[in-house]
């Protein structure tokens, strides 16, 4: 069962959406925001979809709004699975990658619109798994290639070092995945983007 974290500060929309997901999710509903944003990653890691509610700051009760959540979480995971709801905001998350915006949280009283809501969430955590599982894939099968002693192409070595760069980003609190990423046998990064100039002036000719 996939794990969503819902965060607003409004708890009669706690009750509403717990109502209407804890069905098809395991739902985890924080009671009260912490006042430092720093703190929010804690209620969130262990979650595998954030959904947020733009206007935390209503009440006043904190300082931050969703598209700070959403930047906040992003420090320790780049491509964690996002989605804000924006019922007023223009502005709302023109920053943020990687997020998904949402108009209204009617969107959890509308069976119809609910519906949509969970094939979005389906979707990005898919996404997300799939993706993750391809780049440990592609590091794993050209580490074995290098281990049989058969030197990588230009492309292969570009391939890994994506991955390699992906997965790191998938945990920003930590300095290398010492399972799959070998620092051994990755370039530096002045070599890797001198090989990836490389590869794009070959493809342009």
């Known amino acids: 069962m996939i794990r969503v974290v819902y965060i607003d500060e409004e708890v009669g929309w706690q009750s ?11 739902i985890g509903i924080p009671e009260e925001l912490p006042r430092d944003i720093s703190d929010i990653w804690g209620l969130i890691c262990d979650a595998q979809v954030a959904i ?39 502005n709302a998350i023109q920053e943020c990658t990687e997020v998904q915006s949402i108009r209204g949280k009617e969107i959890f009283t509308s069976p119809e619109s609910l519906i949509k809501l969970n094939h979005m969430i389906d979707s990005a955590v898919s996404i997300y798994d799939n993706k993750k599982a391809s780049c440990e894939k592609c590091i794993c099968m ?9 030197p990588l192409t230009a492309l292969e070595e570009a391939e890994r070092f994506d ?6 980003e998938l945990d920003m609190d930590t ?21 990836a100039r ?8």
Do not use: C, W
């Open 142 to 150: 050209y580490q074995e290639k290098i281990a049989n002693g058969e």
């Open 175 to 195: 300095s290398a995945r010492a399972d799959l990423i070998s620092t051994g046998t990755s370039k530096n990064l002045k070599e890797m983007l001198e090989l």
């Open 52 to 90: 947020i509610d733009y206007r935390l700051n209503g009440d006043n009760l904190v300082s931050y709004t969703g598209d700070d959540v959403a930047r906040e979480i992003h420090k320790h995971n780049k491509h964690f699975p996002i989605f804000i709801i924006t019922s007023f905001e223009d």
């Open 16 to 26: 509403t959406v717990y109502a209407a997901l804890s069905e098809k999710y395991e």
């Open 198 to 205: 490389s590869i794009v002036s070959n493809y342009s000719k």
């Open 163 to 168: 991955a390699e760069l992906y997965l790191s």
